[in-house]
């Protein structure tokens, strides 16, 4: 019941970041967010292990892709 309004409820971060490539270059999503994996020989594989280690910067991604998917 607490998932009813959360519009991330079943949404893999690996489809997040499928969308989010899609949508924006890897330089833009390196100007939105600051981290290494996004500017440094990017790739999604890359990126995905270090936002499951690093829960600040999976929170800045997400709140990206709800922004990405408002439009």
């Keep these: 019941m607490e998932q009813a309004n959360n519009p991330l409820h079943g949404v893999k971060l690996a489809d997040i970041m499928e969308e989010l490539t899609k949508e924006h270059s890897w330089d833009y999503l390196a100007n939105q ?35 990405t998917i408002k439009k």
């Design 33 to 67: 967010i600051n981290i290494n994996c996004f500017k440094s020989n990017p790739s999604i594989k890359s990126s995905l292990k270090f936002l499951r280690r690093t829960p600040w910067a999976r929170e800045k991604v997400e709140q990206l892709y709800l922004r």
